[in-house]
């Protein structure tokens, strides 16, 4: 592959266009800067001229050259010769790896191509280097299909259910907001740019609302916080509307021109019964403090709410994403270009994606493999063969993820893992916890080392990412890698040849293609009116928001699986309600082998209330064992109150081999799916905590 660059700044510095990759909304516009000499990259910047990265990067991303350059990268292909789990390879060629693999794959696909699984999420956020190449290789060997569910899809699905897409206002505009409710969000760790544009809004004045059960230090830095239970955000909402109707505060123009009217006036008398007192029991919350985020709501033009995916990581978490969506719709606030809400804005992108191309379904040949929920590999990887399940895993590739360690209930995906009749193959740049237990580890390249293409969920602006560097060592592209195995398994089909270029000019279309990506700075903004909601014009096919969703109904509270409220036999052993949020300087599993950002973090902690730690005769630092009837997980206590009363805070996500005791938070959580999307609770838990030796 072709390494385009920049104008050089020295006789051996050049810069190159990049695009952060990570599982963030603000996809930054980078700048890298690489010195010819050395063969490294000696510094990463935000672009200053691209409107939403205006020039900053978050720690982590700053850190990606320490992570590129790293001594530990995997550099070659790597065969096992240890037990699964230990971690324990030999190097091997890529011609040994790709024969091997191919051959065992061929065996199994002979018998039935089901029973070889991909697994796959967002450790890079690219079009190309996600779900291109490596989708045509799935489809052509009609392979299981994979539910890719782990982060968001609880609030996505509710959003596109209520507004028609994942659709929202443009993040600039929130500087020009009177009001901002931040809702499941730690802004300053995990949505930093709009953090700027909030912060802007704050200095002119607005109004800052954090709603999170945890005293984060977004929270810190907002007018009002509101610490409400794990998994009551619906509660909450419906109280709001109450207060909203009781004291006239909508917009009936709004609601008459631009809302579902059967299933307004439904909605309307569901909220009858939801007190600002009822939802204060429910989400320990005071009434007070509901009447007047009410209030403020239903009386401050500019309004606008920042969602994030925090708050649908429980059981209710799409009735819940659902009700709030509706809030802006009631009082009108999208009016305003600085009204409204922002969750996600990834729908705005259909109109420039061709999927299909890229992907190529039509590989199928009229095929329908069965679709397994990456939320519950756990279970899968431990179920025999069955009419309802369909023949047992016996291989899964795993690309872009660490599931050994993000995914709920560990110890079962660990066992799964483990099992020594699985044959696995990872592409990674590390051993991480889940190459450990590798048959095949094959070596990826990072950002900086291939060609790409980014969206947003949290702006409007295609991305391009070019390679700053040559891959290191015997690293390949995710593409490269997977156009190498197709031909190892013999499918001549045409598109198992296409280049990385013409993956990209494939992927766009309309508004934006390729060849206009590469001529810009870096990035082309869509065309989306400033208010785009003024007129109503939702993507629904009435253009109205819906509230009752054929096989959905109304939106109401659902409360979760594990709450002292919802499991009272089971909170009488296990008491403590407990979140997961990431740590501030890790991204889900990807920084935490960067020792600059370890060194941040320190140690797992958990976080507990001082009247939570003194009932157990726990000291600030203590270790710790926080179980349930899952598995344990060893941490330090940390005895604060950004936790509060009856919730602990289990920051993670560590890797496993490098917390205590080979354990990380998710030993805890559990394979029970969201009433929308079908996703993980990771935020819907009980445990206990006690001192450990």
Partial sequence: MSIPTRAPVSDSLRTVRAACPHDC?????????VDDASGRVVRIQGRAEHVTTHGALCTKVSRYAERTHHPERVLTPLRRVGPKGAGR???????????????????????????????????TMGLLQGESMAARFFNRLGASQLERTICASAGGD????????????????????????????????????????????????????????????????????????????????????????????????????????????????????????????????????????????????????????????????????????????????????????????????????????????????GRVPRTLNMSTIGDDLLREAAPDFGPKVEAVIVYNSNPVAVAPESPKVARGFAREDLFTVVLEHFLTDTADHADWVLPATTQLEHLDLHVSYGHTDVLLNEPALAPLGQALPNTEIFRRLAAAMGFDEPCFRDSDETLAAQTLRGAVTFEALKASPGWISLPIPDAPFADGGFPTPDGRVRIDVPGWGLPDFVPPWESVASAPELAVRYPLAMISPPARNFLNSTFVNVKSLRDIEAEPIVEIHPDDAAARGLADGAPVRVFNDRGSYHCTARVSTRARPGVVNGLGIWWRKLGMRGTNVNELTHQKLTDIGRAPCFYDVLVEVEAAA
């Fill in 89 to 123: 390879f030999e190097p091997a060629s890529w011609d040994e790896a790709l024969a091997d693999i191919a051959g065992r794959l061929k065996a199994i696909a002979a018998r039935d191509p089901e029973a070889i699984l991909p697994y796959s999420y967002a450790g």
């Fill in 25 to 33: 909304p603000d996809t930054c516009a980078m700048q890298v800067s």
């Fill in 158 to 365: 509710a959003l596109a259910a209520t507004y028609g897409g994942k659709v929202g206002m443009l993040v600039r505009h929130f500087a020009e907001s009177r009001l901002i409710v931040i809702w499941g969000s730690h802004s300053i760790a995990s949505n930093l740019h709009f953090w700027t544009f909030a912060q802007a809004a704050k200095r002119a004045g607005a109004k800052l609302v954090c709603i999170d059960p945890r005293r984060t230090e977004t929270a810190d830095k907002c007018h009002v916080h509101l610490p409400l239970r794990p998994g009551t955000d619906g509660a909450l909402a419906l109280a709001l509307m109450h207060e909203l109707v009781a004291n006239d505060w909508i917009d009936h123009d709004y609601i008459a021109r631009h809302v579902d009217a059967a299933g307004w006036a439904a909605l309307r008398e569901r909220v009858q019964a939801w007190t600002p007192e009822r939802a204060a029991e429910v989400c320990g919350l005071e009434a007070d403090a509901i009447r007047a985020l009410a209030r403020d709501l239903g009386t401050t033009q500019p309004a606008a709410i920042r969602l994030n995916y925090g708050m649908q990581r429980t059981r209710g978490g799409g009735n819940a994403a659902r009700l709030i969506a509706l809030l802006p719709c009631l009082t009108g606030a999208w009016r305003h270009r600085a009204g409204g809400l922002l969750l996600s804005s990834s729908g705005w992108f259909a109109s420039v994606r061709d999927d299909a191309a890229r992907q190529r379904p039509d590989l199928l040949a």
